[in-house]
Each structure stands twice: as C-alpha cells, then as structure tokens.
C-alpha cells in the first residue's frame, strides 16, 4: 500500500514539474534557409566553436587539448558537398588545421562526413543570435556543439546552450573553449 502512494505521488509531482518547465524550444534547420536563400548559403563563411555538451566527458575529450577553432565553410568542389576548413588553436598554443567534406543529404540539412560512414551531422536553430548548434554522432558518442559568428557571443547564449543540453537533452558533461589566444591565420595552402 505505501508503495502505491509513493508511486502516485511521485507521478503526480513529475506531472507538475513538467508542467512548470518546459523544454526551451530548437528545431532543427530545414532546406529552405534564413531569408529565402536554400541551405546551405545561410551556413556558409566564418563560423567560431564555443562549446560542446554530451553525455558523458569521453565524447567530448577531443576538444581537451583546444583553446579555439576557427571555421570556414565553404561550397564544395561537386554538387551537395561542403568544404569545412578549420584552424585549431590548442592551448598549447600551436596551430593545427584540418579540412573535411560533408556530403548533404537531398531535401535535409543533415550532413554526412566522408570517410567517416558512422558519423552524422544534423544542424539545429539557436536561441543566440549568429549562432548554430550541431549535433553530432557516431560510433560511441553523441554530442552537442554551439557555434557563432562572433569569438565572443553574449554570456547568455552559453548558458542557454547549456540549460538546454544539460535539462532536455541528457547531456551531464559540458566543455566551455577558453578562447583566451588569438585564432590561427588562416592559410589558404
């Protein structure tokens, strides 16, 4: 019998606490973009990586080592490619680029990496003005990734990025980029 009361009661308060707070909202991006332009035009340029939510710090140890990376997405050299060029600032302070190819998924901003047929990419709407955030998977891990158009973007859109992985999306690990060097110079090699 007190098992059964318990049981009630503990419904019935996960009833209220939901009922007061809701999940913030984020969509995930559609192929028709921001201001009528078709994905990925909208997505295109300078993008700068603020933070990483996942569940568990193991999915997010490959950004350890970093201080900032710098990213420019650009039209890739076949139809529904992207060509993504990064600079990674390590704390360390060295300056170690990368480049990889996104294959587009027809009719969908999901994006595939090649050489990596495990790893998904799907794009999600921020709160944060000239922000974005990613979610990434693949063999072992899922994350979530934030990033803007500017280095610094208001302290509120990190902490909403944050609320909204650590309470909605069960993401208990979180990993904020110091930015405290300056971003690598971009080499067009």
């Known amino acids: ?109 999901d994006l595939r990496t090649e050489g990596r047929p495990d790893m998904k990419t799907k794009l999600f709407s921020s709160s944060c003005p000239g922000g974005i955030m990613l979610k990434e998977t693949g063999q072992g891990y899922q994350r979530f990734l934030l990033y803007n158009r500017l280095p610094h973007p208001p302290e509120k859109c990190v902490e909403a990025f944050q609320s909204l992985t650590s309470s909605c999306l069960d993401s208990k690990a979180f990993l904020l980029t110091p930015r405290k060097q300056e971003a690598c110079k971009w080499s067009s090699n």
Request: charged letters at 15%; one cysteine or more; proline letters at 6%.
């Open 1 to 109: 019998m007190f098992d059964q009361i318990w049981a009630t009661l503990l419904y019935l308060y996960s009833i209220l606490l939901n009922s007061i707070y809701q999940c913030p909202e984020y969509s995930q991006l559609t192929t028709q973009g921001v201001d009528g332009k078709e994905f990925p035009e909208p997505h295109l340029g300078w993008w700068y990586f603020i933070a990483g939510a996942a569940p568990t710090k193991e999915e997010l140890a490959t950004f350890d080592l970093v201080d900032n990376i710098v990213f420019n997405m650009a039209a890739g050299s076949a139809p529904m490619q992207l060509q993504l060029h990064a600079t990674i600032r390590t704390k360390n302070g060295s300056c170690v680029p990368r480049e990889w190819i996104y294959h587009l998924t027809e009719g969908s901003t």
